[in-house]
């Protein structure tokens, strides 16, 4: 049976080379890069830059049965390049997987949001992730996945990677004392990501952890599981009261070997 082609535009990020790594061993994987460190010695990289480069040119080629979005840069270039991709894939037997965020939601503050929730948000990067998903859900179900994240810890994660930094430095750490949120790791991600392609899943999917936490007590609990004793915490207050930022599963549930718990956000940090 022929593996699956899957093309990762933003390979070279974070998440995007954590998903390479997670598929390349199982599908037939692709991915851009565009960044100055060089991935051309990988045959199955592609430099690709999709503010300045037409993207069909490159679908064409490879042809991939699925294409995972999860480039950063310019807002406004981003949408014109999604709906590029929507456009293409409607046309092909391809679908796309775009990779959210809970601040499609930054908005709403009483609650935590579900997948068919309205999604409406006060920050420009929440709009522009509304725009595209918004694009997607005007075509076939069976065409696309939205997968809306919320923050990524873990080993070798950005987030925890700075918290490291800052204490190393004595600097503040800012933390939000009245923010209510969910959190997830990147090898949960990943695994939960790979498991939506290998069933070949649809629609939209929330992919935090099942249990609420406060930001700062998060923040503590990270910083003692990696030992980080005497942090300097900047606590930021946006309101008088809590705030609800995120994102929980209900209408798409994963199996319960791929869920996880805040518990499981803290223990990720520390390399296993």
């Not at 997670?22 to 692709?30: A, F, G």
């Not at 994660?157 to 490291?164: A, F, I, N, Q, Y």
């Not at 929980?248 to 223990?267: C, E, F, G, S």
């Amino acid at each position: 049976m022929q593996k699956k082609k899957i093309l990762i535009f933003g390979g070279s990020g974070f998440l995007g080379n954590a998903m390479y790594r997670e598929l390349n061993s199982y599908y037939d994987t692709y991915a851009t890069f565009n960044t100055k460190d060089s991935f051309e010695k990988n045959q199955k990289f592609y430099a690709f830059n999709y503010e300045t480069e037409p993207v069909d040119i490159l679908l064409d080629t490879l042809k991939p049965d699925i294409i995972i979005s999860a480039v950063r840069g310019n807002f406004n270039s981003q949408v014109v390049f999604h709906l590029e991709i929507i456009n293409w894939i409607s046309k092909n037997k391809s679908r796309l997987i775009f990779l959210s965020s809970a601040n499609v939601f930054d908005s709403f503050t009483n609650f935590p949001s579900y997948e068919y929730d309205k999604t409406f948000s006060e920050s420009p990067y929440g709009r522009f992730k509304i725009l595209i998903e918004n694009a997607l859900l005007r075509i076939p179900t069976n065409k696309y996945v939205i997968a809306r994240i919320p923050m990524i810890y873990g080993h070798g994660s950005d987030r925890v990677t700075e918290l490291k930094q800052l204490h190393h430095l004595q600097a503040a750490i800012e933390v939000f004392p009245n923010v209510v949120i969910n959190a997830t790791t990147i090898s949960k991600v990943t695994q939960q990501l790979h498991y939506i392609i290998n069933r070949n899943k649809k629609g939209v999917f929330h992919l935090g952890s099942t249990d609420l936490v406060h930001h700062f007590d998060l923040i503590k609990d990270i910083c003692n599981e990696l030992q980080l004793k005497n942090g300097i915490f900047k606590q930021i207050y946006d309101s008088n009261d809590d705030r609800c930022l995120a994102v929980l599963p209900k209408d798409n549930m994963l199996p319960a070997y791929l869920q996880l718990t805040i518990d499981d956000v803290v223990k990720g940090s520390l390399q296993i």
